[in-house]
């Protein structure tokens, strides 16, 4: 069972571009969550999702970020505009169910130049 | 004030040494997570408790509800142990982890 893929591992954008990073979850888990590591500093959670739903993104910046994860295929998080201020680490995480561990994925590094 | 505090913020010891790592928090939890971020940026999943103790190999994580403390212990540690060890609090509703700043630990042979 393979774990949580993200992909890319690192994305360079220049400022105004659009990033879209991907998630694919572990295989049975219906639970994605979204966390954002800025550099020199803790992690915090962006939004969570079930399939084809959002149920929190009480965590996303209110412009430019959007999440999904459709009926099939990956989550995408994706930033329009992107802003020197969004370059950091971004982790997805995976569940079966919404009580159980959490398993993380290896993160993109974003870097807007 | 944080809803939650991990102490030491950094910790360097020598190999052999039991290490204990400590989170305190000020919100009701349905779990307590701690996670291991190794310098290449991967995040690991260590334990998730709702009460009591568990033990992994040389890794023991306690929880005490009543005083909305929980610590890691590492026994015989080892320079493959350092690393930072984030404690996070989860609520059990429809939101992520609430996550410490981290203790950032480095063994030396």
């Known amino acids: ?113 | 004030k944080n809803e939650v505090e991990q102490s030491p913020q950094n910790l360097t010891a020598q190999e052999g040494e039991f290490i204990t790592i400590n989170c305190s928090y000020s919100v009701g939890i349905s779990a307590l997570h701690w996670l291991q971020q190794h310098p290449g940026g991967g995040i690991v999943s260590l334990f998730m408790l709702s009460s009591g103790k568990k033990k992994h190999g040389r890794l023991i994580a306690t929880i005490n509800i009543q005083e909305k403390h929980s610590s890691l212990h590492i026994t015989a540690s080892h320079p493959r142990d350092s690393a930072v060890y984030i404690c996070a609090l989860g609520r059990g509703g429809a939101d992520g982890l609430t996550f410490g700043k981290g203790t950032h630990l480095i063994i030396q042979p």
């Open chain 1, 1 to 113: 069972n393979a774990g949580v893929m993200q992909n890319p591992r690192h994305l360079v954008r220049r400022r105004g571009q659009e990033a879209r990073l991907r998630c694919s979850p572990m295989k049975g888990h219906s639970h994605v969550y979204w966390y954002r590591q800025l550099p020199e500093e803790g992690l915090k959670f962006m939004v969570y999702l079930q399939k084809e739903n959002i149920i929190d993104e009480s965590g996303m910046p209110k412009e430019r970020f959007s999440a999904e994860f459709p009926k099939e295929g990956p989550s995408i998080l994706r930033i329009q505009q992107v802003v020197r201020g969004d370059s950091a680490a971004y982790f997805c995480a995976s569940s079966p169910e919404l009580t159980d561990t959490q398993y993380f994925g290896p993160g993109t590094r974003l870097t807007v130049l």
